[in-house]
């Protein structure tokens, strides 16, 4: 916050660093205070996976209570972690706390600390995709339930933030609170060149002149895979680059294999920029096909920072202004997302989708450089200092 000098403490209940959507938005964010130098630190579960050192100060818990796992959605060991993060609130009394999603809002609350909501996705609409098959009947109360703790966590917050506009017009209606829009800044890296597209293709195998879509990403149920790999069996000379830190490759396999993709899919394991360079690099078009309503897909953000052109449904692109130049399936089903994909194809093919590539990597530097986020930070911060609660909406 501009006019102080003692570090900010950002709160998240999740392992760290890990190649994931969140993770990597909340790294970009610690990442940007402190190119602006603004102190700020963090402090995580105790587990992570290795990566390149953080310019900010990390900080784990000391005990992970039994659990290595980087997969989202709930367990008993993640509930331990969590009371372990609000003991370490309640014994380091910050005097604000920036709390990423639910469970780290949780543990500023269990501690009665001040805090900053930064909601990351919505936990009504994605807390029963975690449900096994055999719980499923309790869907509607798995989302109750993950609607009830937004609208608790929001309501006792200093101010409450989201990472996309849908997800701030969605909490806003659901909690009764203001919620404002905070922008994830993103670096846009240079631009992809031909020749470093025709190596990355050598790289995974991939003729120079093959229709490629790409999903880089987990197997979590809210990513709608079943309705990318349906979408895929209408597009039968289409090659799927699928890379994931999933270490499930079996799953892969198995999902693969029922939709027959088998024979036309490079499954890559998805680590560090390089490789998420060369994959990028090598596709035509990347596939967000998300099934559940949430936050923002940062599997977007990246492919509009590189140039690659994005195909899939109106709820994965987050509520931003995307329309025209991104490839935005007309419904949810797997039709729907074939067409979108083949459009996007088809631009690329002729040379229409440069214009969208450009357009696209304009439009991340200017909505998500620092200056949009640091803005939306510290009014926010602003406010919490001054001690005031979320202003409830009319």
Known sequence: ???????????????????????????????????????????????????????????????????????????????????????????????????????????????????????????????????????????????????????????????????????????????????????????????????????????????????????AGNLDAYQGLEVLFAALRALPDTHLLFATHDPSPGAVAAALNSFDLVGRTRVVPLEGEPCRRALHAAADVVAVPRKADGGLPIKLLEALARGVPVAGPRRAMAGLPLDGWVYTAENDDPPALAEALRAALQATRTGTARAHVETSRAWVAQHHGPGPFLAALDAACRAGVAGRAGARTP
């Open 1 to 215: 916050m501009p006019g102080s000098s003692a570090p900010t403490l950002h709160v998240a209940a999740l392992p760290f660093p890990s190649p994931q959507g969140t993770q990597a938005a909340v790294r970009a964010m610690l990442d940007a205070l402190h190119q602006a130098g603004r102190p700020a630190r963090l402090l995580t579960y105790a587990h992570g996976t290795a990566g390149p050192p953080m310019a900010f100060e990390h900080v784990r818990l000391a005990h992970a209570f039994g659990d290595g796992s980087l997969r989202s959605g709930p367990s008993l060991s993640k509930v331990a972690q969590d009371l372990a993060l609000a003991a370490a609130l309640a014994r380091a009394a910050p005097a604000l706390v920036v709390a990423h999603h639910v469970e780290a809002a949780f543990a500023a609350w269990l501690a009665r600390r001040p805090y900053l909501f930064v909601a990351h996705t919505a936990l009504g609409p994605e807390l029963p995709t975690y449900l096994p098959r055999r719980l499923e009947r309790l869907g509607a109360f798995a989302s109750a339930s993950g609607a009830g703790l937004e609208a608790l966590l929001a309501r006792g917050a200093r101010a409450t933030l989201a990472v996309s506009p849908a997800l701030a017009v969605h909490l806003t209606a659901s909690t009764g609170v203001e919620v404002r829009h905070l922008p994830v800044p993103w670096t846009v890296p240079a631009a992809i060149d031909p020749r470093e597209r025709l190596d990355a293709r050598r790289t995974f195998g991939l003729h120079a002149d093959a229709d490629v879509v790409l999903y």
